[in-house]
């Protein structure tokens, strides 16, 4: 490779949460780092997160809450950083913070703090920084990696692929951190969008007139369930609800609404009882938004008084309207995916460490690897995690060593 050479200890591709996190704990354990990224602009998935105060972290954090092919993988890592440890980092920094709801931890300013905050734990690293720029050629010789960026070669005997999935490809998202990793002979399960708006065709079309209402329900999906708000829209669905489910959903298969996640058992029955001359329409819409309810009703083509209507039929709507099944045709997209499920296996890398177990010295951390969390700041503390145990492992003693004898 043609160009200056520079040496340094380990280089990371991708200046997002993972990357930058990454580098600054090792640049602070003595390291010399060198962060790349092709934007000009670093951590810009962290400055749209969150409506802009960012979601950083969750406090309800387990390993059940994150898919994967491996779902023990995200074990190791998650227990040696938690959200306390990223809490203690950011509260160090001054920055004020607030829980809303289900353990999410959102910043009270701007998430432009958090961008700030890395920053400034690169430069007390020492870590050198290289935006704007793309990585050329990548190879791989006599215990280093040599990275072709900005007219010259970078060297180290480590590199970190932290340059995240194909989610959100405005933002400048691609698939280059499969493309490293299968160079390097690593496995790349199907990546495909996640916490992502579903669309609807088909009998479900009509629904799509519905476009903003929105109410709390159960969605399932297999065994998965979320209770969340649902919202429809002039495509299909959406909030929180449904892009919980979309994580877990396959073409092809069905989703089943409960619209009415409080409704005791027979409650039907018992509104006939209170108010036989109340028809269907009626007894939702003091349940629910009334153009659902409305539509609700009429799809279940029950208009006359509660009264006249047969018990046995009171009952089957009830249960419909507890499983009611969508049959969604796709989804929005990457570009409306707020991550992405799959991406490097998790089979060639180590849990411990996130190095390639056939690559010494190559690594994949954050949203590059096929670990994937619920909506409400479980990304971002795989981000945090996965980096962590990235940088410990390269500022070990007995890296440092291996690195003495290359």
């Not at 990275?147 to 400048?172: E, H, M, N, W, Y």
């Amino acid at each position: 490779m043609a160009g200056a050479h520079s040496s340094f200890d380990a280089i990371v591709i991708g200046a997002g949460a993972a990357g930058m996190l990454c580098a600054a704990e090792a640049g602070k354990r003595g390291r010399r780092i060198l962060l790349i990224d092709h934007s000009d602009r670093p951590g810009a998935k962290i400055l749209i997160s969150g409506g802009g105060r960012c979601n950083f972290t969750n406090i309800h954090t387990a390993p059940d809450r994150f898919l994967s092919a491996n779902p023990h993988f995200a074990k190791s890592a998650l227990a040696r950083y938690s959200p306390q440890d990223f809490i203690a980092l950011i509260e160090r920094d001054g920055i004020a913070w607030h829980e809303k709801t289900l353990g999410q931890l959102f910043c009270d300013g701007s998430a432009r703090q958090v961008v700030d905050l890395l920053l400034a734990e690169c430069r007390a690293g020492g870590v050198e920084l290289q935006l704007g720029q793309s990585v050329g050629e990548i190879d791989h010789g006599e215990g280093l990696f040599r990275v072709g960026v900005g007219g010259r070669t970078a060297a180290a005997p480590a590199l970190v692929i932290a340059c995240g999935g194909l989610s959100i490809p405005k933002l400048g998202a691609t698939g280059f951190a499969y493309d490293v990793a299968r160079r390097f002979g690593l496995k790349v399960i199907e990546p495909r969008p996640a916490l992502v708006p579903l669309t609807l065709g088909g009998d479900d079309v009509l629904f799509r007139t519905l476009s903003g209402v929105a109410a709390p329900v159960e969605v399932k999906c297999g065994k998965a369930a979320f209770r969340e708000a649902a919202l429809f829209t002039h495509r299909g669905l959406s909030g929180p609800a449904i892009l919980q489910i979309s994580s877990y959903w396959r073409h092809g298969e069905p989703i089943a609404v409960d619209f009415l996640p409080d409704a005791p058992a027979g409650w039907l029955r018992d509104a006939k009882r209170h108010t036989p001359r109340a028809n269907l329409r009626r007894v939702l819409a003091a349940r629910l938004p009334e153009r659902l309810a409305e539509t609700l009703a009429d799809r279940l083509a029950l208009d006359r008084p509660l009264a006249d209507t047969p018990d046995r039929q009171l009952e089957a709507a009830a249960t419909r309207l507890g499983t009611w099944a969508f049959h969604p045709n796709g989804t929005e997209g990457f570009a409306k995916a707020e991550v992405t499920v799959g991406g490097i296996a998790t089979a060639g890398l180590s849990s411990r460490t996130m190095e390639a177990k056939s690559v010494p010295g190559l690594y994949a951390i954050g949203e590059a690897v096929d670990v994937t969390g619920w909506l409400g700041g479980y990304n971002f503390q795989w981000a945090w995690a996965s980096a962590s145990a990235a940088a410990e492992a390269i500022a070990s003693p007995a890296k440092l060593m291996m690195t003495a004898a290359n």
